[in-house]
């Protein structure tokens, strides 16, 4: 008789390990906590995959749940720093995950991390935000990291696309990101109502510097707040913002390059461009003296 193999799903056969974890544990997911927990162990082995993952490398990994990335971590890298907020899960991975796993029970927005070159996580939606902008405090080689799909489009969109935000830029201003692949929702328990993607972010080493990075900063956040509005219009309408009167700002900015798009339609060099000419233009203005700390 011809064997045509195994008709098992590796899908189902994971998702049973894990529902049968869950029961053990006596645990009902936090969805408002963001635990839909990955359960598709091919889906994991890929994301360390796309890390590439060494013996030389320190893995940090946020919101481990119940170890599905955790494990197969450990296999390949030199160490693993998860942070769990969660006691029970806490608990959990430090009765079963090997010797070179660290866990730390904790708020991974409110701890310091320790040392480390890679990031590979599942992260809680919710936190997402935060997350990627605290890590500009830290200097590591990669993240591979699963995220809500519609916040991976607005990491990678383009000018002129409804994704396009203020988050757009100021990623970009930071990282080259990539999505990798989506996630169908139906891989996760719970099943969420949204479906995920697997991006990659790797610092940058080489950045385009503003003449003023905190100008910069205040400039994209005051034109993304009104982003169908003309940029002339939105630095007009915060005039007080640059410590001169409405008139005397119509009259610095009159000449400025692209001054009357809008702001989804330049790239982040053009954003920079316009932020240095408007630094310049306030400089040598008559009330240079009076511009706020912030323009230095």
């Known amino acids: 008789m011809k064997n045509f193999g195994s008709t098992k799903d590796p899908f189902k056969t994971s998702t049973k390990?894990?529902?049968k974890i869950l029961k053990s544990l006596d645990l009902k997911?936090?969805?408002?906590?963001?635990?839909?927990?990955?359960?598709?162990?091919?889906?994991?082995?890929e994301q360390i995959h796309f890390?590439?993952?060494?013996?030389?490398?320190?893995?940090l990994e946020i919101g481990p749940g119940l170890g599905i990335l955790t494990?197969?971590?450990?296999?390949?890298?030199s160490k693993v720093i998860a942070i769990e907020l969660d006691s029970v899960l806490?608990?959990?991975l430090i009765e079963t995950m090997p010797g070179n796993v660290e866990i730390i029970n904790g708020d991974a927005l409110k701890l310091d991390f320790p040392k480390f070159n890679k990031l590979v996580s599942n992260i809680p939606y919710q936190i997402s935000s935060p997350l990627i902008f605290k890590l500009i405090n830290y200097k590591f080689d990669l993240a591979v990291i699963m995220l809500q799909l519609e916040f991976a489009r607005r990491l990678i969109a383009s000018p002129n696309s409804k994704e396009y935000s203020r988050l757009t830029v100021m990623s970009s201003y930071y990282y080259d990101t990539e999505l990798l692949r989506e996630v169908s929702m139906t891989r996760f328990i719970p099943v969420p109502r949204v479906g995920s993607a697997i991006i990659q972010m790797v610092p940058k080493k080489k950045m385009t510097t503003p003449t003023s990075e905190p100008?910069?900063?205040?400039?994209?956040?005051?034109?993304?707040?009104?982003?169908?509005?003309?940029?002339?219009?939105?630095?007009?309408?915060?005039?007080?913002?640059f410590s001169v009167s409405r008139t005397e700002l119509k009259e610095i900015i009159s000449c400025l390059p692209n001054i009357t798009s809008r702001p989804e339609q330049l790239s982040l060099?053009?954003?920079?461009?316009?932020?240095n000419e408007l630094h310049l233009a306030l400089l040598k203005s008559n009330s240079a003296t009076k511009i706020n700390n912030y323009l230095h």
């Open 29 to 45: 997911p936090k969805v408002k906590l963001g635990q839909h927990f990955l359960a598709d162990d091919e889906i994991a082995a």
């Open 71 to 77: 494990n197969k971590l450990s296999k390949l890298a």
């Open 215 to 241: 100008l910069f900063f205040e400039f994209v956040k005051i034109v993304f707040s009104e982003r169908r509005k003309m940029i002339r219009n939105s630095i007009l309408s915060h005039f007080s913002k």
């Open 17 to 19: 390990k894990y529902l």
């Open 269 to 275: 060099e053009e954003l920079i461009t316009l932020s």
């Open 90 to 92: 806490y608990s959990y």
């Open 51 to 59: 890390a590439k993952i060494t013996k030389s490398d320190t893995v």
